[in-house]
T-cell receptor, first 110, second 114 residues
Framework: AQSVTQPDIHITVSEGASLELRCNYS??????LFWYVQSPGQGLQLLLK??????LVQGIKGFEAEFKRSQSSFNLRKPSVHWSDAAEYFC????????FGTGTRLQVFP | NAGVTQTPKFRVLKTGQSMTLLCAQD?????MYWYRQDPGMGLRLIHY???????AKGEVPDGYNVSRLKKQNFLLGLESAAPSQTSVYFC?????????????FGSGTRLTVV
């Protein structure tokens, strides 16, 4: 069965530092992959998605993610984190339904 | 505004009470989904529907029932609420080709069972 693993439960970075959030998936075919962000008490906002083609995907708010088939990974990156990026981030894989990872909570120190 | 609307936004139930959560979408989406979100567990799929009159079980269906009598509405029912069902519930909808347009999520319903 398809699954998504986010190995980092909680990450803390300083404002201005670079960020990488890890995501690994398990699925037999080429998956459709998503990253969502959720601020406290809010709903889910789509950051970016991968369906096919270029393995480096650009999203909103300066985020990007790279699909690596050989590693079954879809890691999210940002070169310089802002305090407003503090939130919870979810990776998800779409087969015929959307399956989420358990999330990574990002804390940003000034 | 087009989107997914969840009703109610907050609810407190006593153990054993029943209730229905309503999800309504005005985008003519075929597929609809109910998720629950618990700390440290991400969003887990409860039930979903691929069209009017259809429903299917997700990852955590026990204790819940659903109905899709109209294309635009997807109802989630709790027949006898338990404290373990305290959670935030999200509804979502999509076209069958979700890769083209993605998923649209509601703003959530916070349910507390005491």
């Amino acid at each position: 069965a398809q699954s998504v693993t986010q190995p980092d439960i909680h990450i803390t970075v300083s404002e201005g530092a670079s960020l990488e959030l890890r995501c690994n998936y398990s699925y037999g075919a080429t998956p459709y992959l998503f990253w969502y962000v959720q601020s406290p008490g809010q709903g889910l906002q789509l950051l970016l998605k991968y369906f096919s083609g270029d393995t480096l995907v650009q999203g909103i708010k300066g985020f990007e993610a790279e699909f690596k088939r050989s590693q079954s990974s879809f890691n999210l990156r940002k070169p310089s984190v802002h305090w407003s990026d503090a939130a919870e981030y979810f990776c998800a894989v779409d087969t015929d339904k959307l399956i989420f990872g358990t999330g990574t909570r990002l804390q940003v120190f000034p | 505004n087009a989107g997914v609307t969840q009703t109610p936004k907050f609810r407190v139930l006593k153990t054993g009470q029943s209730m229905t959560l309503l999800c309504a979408q005005d985008m003519n989406h075929e597929y609809m989904y109910w998720y629950r979100q618990d700390p440290g567990m991400g969003l887990r799929l409860i039930h979903y529907s691929v069209g009017e009159g259809t429903t299917a079980k997700g990852e955590v269906p026990d204790g819940y029932n659903v109905s899709r009598l109209k294309k635009q509405n997807f109802l989630l029912g709790l027949e006898s609420a338990a404290p373990s069902q305290t959670s935030v519930y999200f509804c979502a909808s999509s076209y069958p080709t979700a890769y083209s347009y993605g998923y649209t999520f509601g703003s959530g319903t916070r349910l507390t069972v005491v």
